[in-house]
C-alpha cells in the first residue's frame, strides 16, 4: 500500500508545475485525497483536498485561484495543478489518503520538493 508523489522541480516564479499523486496497492474511489506541504522552519498546512465524490476544499486562501486539485480514478491517481507560482510557495509538498468515513488521513506519500525561484 502505497503513495507515490510526483513531480516537483524548479521553476521560475509565475510558472506552473502539476504534481501527481499515484496510489497502488489500494484504490482510491473511497478516499479523499489531500495535499499539503511543509516549508523549512515551517508547519505543515494543508493546501487543497478533494472528496472521493469529486467535491473540493480550499485549506489555505493563499493559494486561492492559483492551485486546482483534482482526480483520476480510472488512473488511481490525484493531481495538484499549481499555476502562477510564488517563491513562498517553496516546500516540500504531499499528498495523502482518508478514507470514506474516518477522520484521518491513513496513508501518506513521501513528499516531493517544490522549488520557486525568484
Known amino acids: 500500500v502505497q503513495l507515490q508523489a510526483s513531480g516537483g522541480g524548479l521553476v521560475q516564479a509565475g510558472g506552473s508545475l502539476r504534481l501527481s499523486c499515484a496510489a497502488s496497492g489500494f484504490t482510491l474511489d473511497y478516499y479523499a485525497i489531500g495535499w499539503f506541504r511543509q516549508a523549512p522552519g515551517k508547519e505543515r498546512e494543508g493546501v487543497r483536498c478533494?472528496?472521493?465524490?469529486?467535491?473540493?476544499?480550499e485549506y489555505a486562501d493563499s493559494m486561492k485561484g492559483r492551485f486546482t486539485i483534482s482526480r483520476d480514478n480510472a488512473k488511481n491517481t490525484a493531481y495538484l495543478q499549481m499555476n502562477s507560482l510564488k517563491p513562498e510557495d517553496t516546500a516540500v509538498y504531499y499528498c495523502a489518503a482518508q478514507r470514506l468515513g474516518e477522520g484521518v488521513y491513513g496513508y501518506w506519500g513521501q513528499g516531493t520538493q517544490v522549488t520557486v525561484s525568484s
Open positions: 478533494i472528496s472521493s465524490s469529486g467535491i473540493r476544499i
